[in-house]
């Protein structure tokens, strides 16, 4: 299961990562109308699936603690850049590596 939620965790953060960098195009097309500062979303839009990619990258040690980093980025994601067809992509992947991380906290020592 760790390993899973490994290659998982991986997908998915680098799909979220080239799904933010459009976030990061949108806040900046905020900032030129100055209608409303598109600054957080810029930030969010690359910080959480860099939380996806490390969440990923400490599963295999630390499950709980990863896990938990790849489902607040997916949650996050949600929140920021909304649920439609193309983000339903990294957060489905993200989802199931955080439930897989979760699950092999419950598999026996080898």
């Known amino acids: 299961m760790k ?17 933010g960098l459009l976030g990061y195009g949108i ?4 900032d030129v109308g ?9 930030f ?8 996806a990619l490390i ?14 980093l790849m489902g607040i980025s ?4 949600v ?3 909304g649920f439609n067809f193309f983000s339903m992509i990294p957060v489905v992947i993200l989802g199931l590596a955080a439930l897989f991380g979760f699950m092999s906290l419950q598999d026996p020592v080898q």
């Not at 806040?27 to 905020?30: C, F, K, N, P």
């Not at 997916?74 to 994601?77: K, L, N, R």
Request: proline share 3%; net charge positive.
């Open 3 to 19: 390993t899973g939620a490994l290659v998982l965790g991986i997908i998915g953060g680098l799909i979220a990562l080239l799904y």
């Open 27 to 30: 806040g900046s097309l905020a």
């Open 34 to 42: 100055e209608a409303g500062s598109g600054g957080g979303l810029k």
């Open 44 to 51: 969010l839009s690359l910080g959480l699936p860099v939380v």
């Open 55 to 68: 969440g990923a990258g400490t599963v295999k040690a630390k499950p709980a603690i990863g896990a938990a």
């Open 74 to 77: 997916a949650v996050g994601f």
């Open 79 to 81: 929140m920021v850049l």
